[in-house]
């Protein structure tokens, strides 16, 4: 979940043979033999060996060949990207295609946000991260889906419909960058855009058996001057197949030089020999368990980070989860209650459901029964969250605990045309795990650890203090190392293009 008006507007040897026979299954699937990661491709363009057009082109093509199965582009812009490939493209990752979500500007393209309210927009402006995203080298093919203004953990949305799974089309890619997620699962795109204010990276990630890493509050181009409060939610960043791409996503487009909140971090290219003090943490934040699924798939990481040394311990929450849930909820509230007031000024007279869906609207309706009292306890407890939340890397390094309370869920378990009263405790079961960590600000990665019995993605989360992203990155390809999840791919595959 990623509002964009946050802008502004424990292991035993059973657990082990657990994962002994979940790699020999997974793993059992070679890549394709004509799929290359972003790293690679930026490689061969280097060195002469292919061109930003002929990448742009095989992208366009994996596109139309899957897009009709899983909606992940309601906008394409070819011809854009055909341009700037024939143009010339600099950058460490220069002609790599990719997507951008449809909730940042770039000019001359759709900003819809997922809402009917902003059909036919068109940005007459570039937000700062997408200029570093281009800066980069990458060329954009399309405007990745999302739900309605990033308000929820599918994407659904009224304005372009389903975005469907790759590895199951009648479930979820998850949300809000679900469009994006879904293309990279299929193999349109080696890496895509994605933003994070509730677990929207993470949350597809997992989803779709994808490396989502959120970075730091203030970490990313554009965001360095941001406050660092609870109560800014939201990062940039991107999902992608490898650790590598991530690792140079995250470099090249980390805000750098003057300014920067962060000292510059390095190209993470591999694994640590650091072994490493681990929290875990399997309840859900009010206290109960997650899906059986998720338990074993937690078991086997868990199994994994002792077998390779680390020191692992249980270690609770560090917050309160029956203050801090409602305080959370309660700012979301007041997200999409900002969204109303600002649609409905923009157009007066209209009736809003013919504009904003069912969730929206009485999610904003819950907001406007509180009082400004009320919100200030609210904010109080997140603050209070985010220094016991950061506190606690002072005696582990990385915290680890689920992504979702469920692999993901079926289509229109929790759809926007479900009123908020009725669906509050569903998504919160489902999708609790991940707020605190945009609240404490703190970086966190969704890694594609093990599989439902049914074949779907189910990931682990891991997380360390502010500007600690080179850590978990380093984690992150050592386990990758163990698991190879680059190598699995979902029936709907595109990259055999």
């Known amino acids: 979940m990623a509002f964009i008006s946050r802008r502004g507007f424990l292991g ?154 790759p590895w199951n089309l009648d479930h979820s890619t998850g949300g809000s960058s679900g469009g994006s997620a879904a293309a990279v699962a299929a193999g349109v795109v080696p890496v895509a855009h994605a933003n994070d204010g509730g677990g929207s990276i993470r949350i597809p990630a997992s989803c779709c058996g994808l490396v989502g890493l959120k970075p730091s509050r203030r970490r990313m181009a554009g965001d360095a001057a941001s406050p660092d409060m609870a109560t800014h939610l939201g990062v940039e960043g991107c999902v992608s197949r490898t650790v590598r791409d991530t690792a140079a996503w995250f470099h090249a487009t980390q805000a750098k030089g003057e300014g920067a909140a962060f000292p510059e971090a390095p190209l993470v290219t591999g694994p640590s020999k650091d072994r490493l003090r681990v929290g875990l943490r399997l309840n859900h934040p009010s206290g109960g368990l997650p899906h059986e699924e998720v338990q074993r798939v937690f078991g086997e990481a868990s199994a994994l980070l002792q077998k390779l040394g680390h020191k692992v311990k249980d270690v609770p929450a ?124 703190v970086p966190s990665i969704a890694l594609p650890i093990g599989e439902s019995k049914d074949g779907i993605p189910i990931g682990i989360q891991f997380a360390t203090a502010p500007g600690g992203e080179a850590r978990l990155l380093a984690l992150a390809y050592e386990l990758e190392r163990e698991l190879l999840w680059y190598d699995r791919r979902p029936g709907i595959w595109a990259g055999e293009i």
């Open 318 to 441: 560090p917050y309160k989860g029956d203050v801090v849930i409602p305080a959370f909820m309660a700012l979301w509230e007041s997200g999409a209650g900002q969204v109303v007031a600002e649609i409905t000024k923009m157009a007066p007279g209209v009736d809003p459901s013919t504009l904003l869906e069912p969730l929206t609207l009485t999610m904003a309706a819950q907001a406007a029964t509180y009082t400004p009292e009320q919100m200030q306890v609210s904010t109080a407890a997140l603050d209070e969250a985010m220094a016991s939340y950061r506190a606690q890397f002072k005696d582990i390094d990385i915290y680890v605990t689920p992504v979702l309370g469920q692999p993901a869920a079926p289509i229109g378990y929790i759809a926007p045309t479900i009123p908020w009263p009725e669906q509050r405790e569903r998504l919160i079961a489902y999708a609790g795990f991940t707020g605190v960590e945009n609240v404490a600000g």
């Open 12 to 165: 035993t040897g059973a657990a082990l043979a657990a994962l002994s026979a979940c790699r020999q299954t997974t793993s059992a699937k070679a890549p394709s033999s004509n799929w290359t990661d972003a790293v690679s491709q930026a490689k061969a363009v280097s060195e002469g060996k292919t061109q930003p057009a002929a990448l742009v082109e095989t992208a366009i093509k994996r596109l139309e060949s899957v897009n009709g199965k899983i909606n992940a582009v309601k906008f394409p812009n070819f011809e854009r990207a055909r341009e700037m490939a024939a143009n010339g493209v600099k950058g460490p990752l220069a002609g790599v295609p990719t997507l951008i979500k449809d909730n940042v500007h770039q000019a001359g393209l759709p900003y819809t946000q997922g809402s009917r309210a902003l059909a036919g927009t068109v940005a007459d402006n570039t937000d700062a991260y997408p200029a570093a995203i281009e800066a980069a080298g990458f060329v954009s093919v399309g405007r990745s889906t999302l739900p309605e203004f990033g308000i929820t953990a599918t994407t659904e949305p009224l304005l372009t419909g389903v975005t469907r799974n």
